[in-house]
């Protein structure tokens, strides 16, 4: 059975650690609930001898970096460990704002894994 600490067993370096990783649990959520662009893609790919699929995009205002995608097949939310690189050259998006990209914020702040 594993011991459970209260906080007065906590020792000053544990309670930092946790501290830490607190905050940077509350940053992440806040970032991606409001420095986010959502974008959804509209490159018209029938040039294309295959399907290529236009998902919507979560993107960093800060950063540029691509968070995660909901896929076009599904809908199904796909969030990376580690924020990947990201062009929006030779493709078009329109960005969805407002009330229309609520429930994306929603589905993007319960994907963070806490």
Not at 72 to 87: C, N, Q, R
Request: glycine share 4%; with cysteine.
């Amino acid at each position: 059975m594993s011991h459970i600490k209260n906080l007065n067993d906590c020792t000053p370096a544990e309670w930092d650690a946790a501290s830490k990783a607190v905050n940077a649990t509350v940053t992440r959520v806040i970032e991606l609930s409001t420095k986010v662009d959502i974008l959804e893609e509209t490159t018209d790919w029938s040039h294309m001898p295959y399907k290529v699929p236009n998902h919507i995009y979560a993107v960093s205002q800060v950063t540029g970096k691509l968070l995660g995608y909901w896929r076009e097949s599904d809908g199904k939310l796909i969030l990376h460990k580690k924020p990947l690189s990201f062009t929006k050259s030779r493709r078009t998006f329109n960005k969805i704002t407002h009330n229309a990209a609520k429930p994306y914020r929603e589905s993007l702040v319960k994907g963070v894994e806490v």
